[in-house]
């Protein structure tokens, strides 16, 4: 009798371990897409969170987006800085900060655009002059 592994076997795990691995990594893009776009709708949650965080504090907040996927919320002595996917590109932004007053109506200079692009797709988040609405559109 003779120990060992027939070509035919050996082709045939190898070519299973193939398919398995392929399939594990297309599994992980798509988890890297889906927390991506999931990301977006954090940073658009997080905007309308500032605006509700200034009312409550009855403080100025700000939303800052830095050049490193990241972005920075303040309202008096608190500050938090979160960070997004690398997928996510800022691909124009018409302000430089988001700013609420207390009363959550949008600043002087804190309302406007800001486009977003993922797999070819443009997110645009819109923060209205005078009342503040945050909008997402996809």
Same mark, same amino acid.
């Given at each position: 009798?003779? $120990?060992?592994?027939?070509? %035919?076997?050996?082709?045939?795990? &190898? ?8 399939? *594990? ?14 990301? %977006?709708? =954090? &940073? ?15 403080? =100025? ?17 608190? =500050?938090?800085?979160? $960070? ?10 018409? &302000?430089?900060? %988001?700013?609420?007053?207390? +009363? ?7 309302? *406007?655009?800001? &486009?977003?692009?993922?797999?070819? +797709?443009?997110?645009? %988040? ?13």
């Amino acid at each position: 009798m003779k $120990r060992g592994f027939t070509l %035919i076997e050996l082709v045939a795990v &190898i070519s299973i371990l193939l398919i398995l691995t392929t399939i *594990g990594l297309n599994k992980s893009s798509i988890v890297e897409n889906y927390r991506a776009k999931q990301d %977006i709708n =954090m &940073i658009y949650k997080d905007i309308r969170s500032a605006r509700n965080l200034a009312m409550s504090n009855k403080k =100025m907040a700000t939303v800052s987006f830095n050049k490193d996927n990241s972005y920075t919320i303040s309202c008096g002595d608190y =500050m938090e800085r979160k $960070r997004y996917s690398q997928k996510i590109k800022l691909m124009s932004k018409n &302000i430089e900060n %988001i700013g609420f007053t207390k +009363r959550g109506a949008a600043t002087q200079n804190g309302s *406007g655009t800001f &486009i977003f692009l993922l797999l070819n +797709r443009e997110y645009k %988040i819109t923060v209205e002059p005078v009342t503040g609405k945050v909008n997402l559109k996809k």
